[in-house]
């Protein structure tokens, strides 16, 4: 089955820095959303994007659907350690029974 | 909170038993989705629904099966439990067009 190609696998940065991240796909997407993963918890939506081109905003964290259709990014800015957890885009088609595709995760930790 | 129960939250089996695995919605929605997730795998669809009695595969549905029988509940069966179907697995309801929530996850092992 496709999956996503999703990059950095991981991270550490600093409190206070910025975070970017994206992921690819061989094939096109009509939506793309951005989900945040807690330990022991199941993925919570931070960011839908229906449109190409389209940039959204959810407090600190901005999505990008890209031009092609076959890309996304995240970004946060001015981390914080609640920042911390794993990050997965996952792609969706029009017409498909809303079925989704996730990309492998970028896991984020955040020091002091 | 989106209104969705798994059960169990925890759970460890011998290899060859049969395991049903639970998913209930408060909210009424048509579809309901069953995903697990795997170490440098993301989370991976198995079986999905669009309604009563109405299911269909996804991309990895081999040694699994699925009913529903009620609007409310969602059941993950697997038939002859394997170490590879050693797992988290998480239910998900669609919301509107595209968004899909999340439970909590039932942790699986089979030993």
């Known amino acids: 089955g496709q999956q996503l190609n999703q990059s950095p696998q991981s991270m550490f940065i600093q409190e206070g820095e910025d975070v970017s991240m994206n992921c690819t796909s061989s094939s096109i997407f009509n939506t793309w959303l951005w989900y945040k993963q807690d330990p022991g918890e199941g993925p919570v939506l931070l960011i839908a994007l229906y449109k190409a081109g389209e940039l959204t905003s959810n407090g600190r964290l901005t999505a990008q659907f890209g031009i092609t259709r076959k890309d996304s990014f995240l970004n946060i800015s001015a981390s914080i350690p609640s920042d911390v957890g794993i990050y997965f885009c996952?792609?969706?088609?029009?017409?498909?029974?809303?079925?989704?595709?996730f990309g492998t995760g970028t896991r984020l930790q955040v020091t002091l | 909170d989106a209104g969705i129960t798994q059960s169990p939250r925890h759970k460890v089996t011998e290899t060859g038993t049969p395991v049903t695995l639970r998913c209930h919605q408060t909210?009424?929605?048509?579809?309901m989705y069953w995903y697990r997730q795997d170490p440098g795998h993301g989370l991976r669809l198995i079986h999905y629904?669009?309604?009563?009695?109405?299911?269909d595969k996804g991309e990895v549905s081999d040694g699994y099966s699925v009913s529903r029988s009620k609007t409310e509940d969602f059941l993950l069966t697997l038939e002859s439990a394997t170490s590879s179907q050693t797992s988290v697995y998480f239910c998900a309801i669609n919301r509107g067009d595209t968004e899909a929530f999340f439970g909590q996850g039932t942790r699986l092992t089979v030993v």
């Open positions: 629904s669009y309604g009563v009695k109405d299911t």
């Open positions: 909210e009424n929605h048509r579809y």
């Open positions: 996952a792609g969706q088609l029009t017409g498909t029974a809303s079925k989704l595709t």
